[in-house]
């Protein structure tokens, strides 16, 4: 079962890796960094409940942001090269949304 499970995976993450790929070739940037935080997310949200820092209820899963599963998964980062890269990875892709939101405010006079 664990070898089936692991290869599901293993093409889950191969078609996303395709896809995101492809929207950065495109010209589709937002579509590639949503891309990038689902796997991250996925990965994290993993992590946190084999670990059992997490037990998976409907109320947890709404209110797990990126910000709260780097926080948990924090004290079992072997490096911080990690961290860093996570946190960073995260405010941009922020800035990036407040930036559109923006750009669209202004265009259509339409508030986010």
Known sequence: ????????????YSAAYAKMTAAIK?????????IQESIITDRLLSFAVQS???QVTND?????????????????F???????NLERF????KLLYA????II???THYCC
């Open 1 to 12: 079962m664990t070898k089936k499970k692991n290869l599901a995976k293993y093409y889950s």
């Open 26 to 34: 495109q010209g589709f940037y937002l579509e590639a960094i949503t």
């Open 52 to 54: 059992k820092l997490l």
């Open 60 to 76: 947890k899963m709404y209110a797990l942001s990126l910000s709260k599963l780097i926080k948990l998964a924090k004290p079992y």
């Open 78 to 84: 072997e490096s911080d090269t990690i961290l860093v």
């Open 90 to 93: 995260r405010e941009n892709r």
């Open 99 to 102: 930036f559109i939101c923006e």
């Open 105 to 107: 405010s202004r265009e």
